[in-house]
């Protein structure tokens, strides 16, 4: 799994074939056959592996949200600690997040890519519409909460898109200066 995230993160998803794998593994690619019987196979698990791995790193946040208290200060840093969980601001995340959104990609012309893509999408922006839900006020939330989780989304990708082309520009002050921005914003009417 780390050799595929590699490979995609230094050449590209088009290279992560089963032999270059099985080489940056520094495994023999009969190994590699032994549970995957091609490419395709073994792309459709990366991609699976890794939104797993994002979403647990959201519902984790969930959690820490879920015990704050609602209005405080406490819940703002939740959220702020929860979506930064989801940016390629250490090396982990960042290999995957640049998997994430390649394999994201691909989903458009690879069609057996296309049922972790969705699931991916759906996951992931229904933690992000909880998320909202806890912060937009009550008598707001029911013409807001769709719209708004789409603005954040949209916003956690152009993130996570200027952290891996511009890691030096994006820091995790600029992260967090961006978002707090986002989430005063957040439920209002005409922005």
């Known amino acids: 799994m780390e050799a595929v995230l590699r490979i995609i ?23 590699v056959r032994h549970y995957f ?8 698990y990366s991609f699976a592996t890794v939104v797993d791995r994002i979403v647990a790193r959201l519902r984790d ?13 406490g819940q703002r840093a939740a959220v702020l600690a929860l979506l930064g969980g ?31 893509a969705d699931r991916s999408h759906r996951e992931v922006a229904a933690i992000i519409g909880q998320v909202v839900a806890t912060l937009v006020p009550a008598e707001e939330a ?16 152009g993130l996570c898109l200027h952290a891996l082309l511009h890691p030096g520009w994006i820091t995790s002050e600029m992260v967090d200066g961006v978002l707090e921005r986002h989430l005063n914003g957040l439920g209002a009417r005409g922005r």
Not at 9 to 31: K, P
């Open 9 to 31: 993160a230094v050449d590209g998803l088009e290279r992560a074939s089963l032999r270059e794998v099985a080489d940056e593994a520094g495994l023999a690619v009969g190994s």
């Open 37 to 44: 019987a091609n490419s395709d196979e073994l792309l459709a």
């Open 61 to 73: 946040g969930m959690h820490h949200l879920a015990a704050a208290a609602h209005g405080s200060s």
């Open 86 to 116: 989801a940016l390629p601001l250490d090396e982990a995340r960042a290999l995957d997040v640049c998997a994430w959104l390649a394999f994201r990609n691909a989903a458009r012309i690879r069609p057996f890519l296309a049922p972790v």
């Open 142 to 157: 029911e013409d807001n909460v769709v719209l708004e989780a789409e603005r954040l989304l949209a916003t956690l990708d």
